[in-house]
């Protein structure tokens, strides 16, 4: 009833995710290689973009790419944005200053 529709008996094999990646690398490698080379470029040379202001960069250079793809290839040329640590706070509560007995005297 459910699995025996003779549409789903006409459809051959379905290629595995791997095999359809590795398609498309093969067709795309050199423009892809170029891409990456130049994400690498701008981001090793603005540190503190990230990945969002990068792909506006590479779209007016003319090369235009879906974000899913240019935040992976972001992660992978390992251009993260280093976090900045936060400033030091005083712990606990201050000691007042003690006022002076004399002159001269602090």
């Keep these: 009833m459910f699995g025996s529709s003779s549409a789903s ?3 051959g094999p ?7 990646g590795r398609r ?4 795309t490698g050199a423009v892809m ?9 701008i981001g090793l040379e603005r540190r503190r ?3 969002r202001r990068l792909g506006i960069m ?4 003319g090369i ?16 993260r944005v280093r976090r900045r640590r936060g400033r030091k706070r005083a712990m606990g ?10 002159p001269n005297k602090r």
């Design 58 to 61: 590479l779209a007016r250079e």
């Design 64 to 79: 235009m790419m879906n974000y899913k793809k240019l935040l992976r290839l972001y992660l992978e040329e390992n251009l």
């Design 93 to 102: 509560t201050r000691a007042p200053m003690m006022l002076p007995q004399g």
């Design 24 to 27: 498309c690398a093969m067709r």
């Design 33 to 41: 290689m170029a891409t990456c080379g130049r994400l690498r470029e």
């Design 14 to 20: 379905v290629p595995s995710l791997a095999w359809i």
């Design 49 to 51: 973009f990230g990945y």
């Design 9 to 11: 008996a006409s459809v």
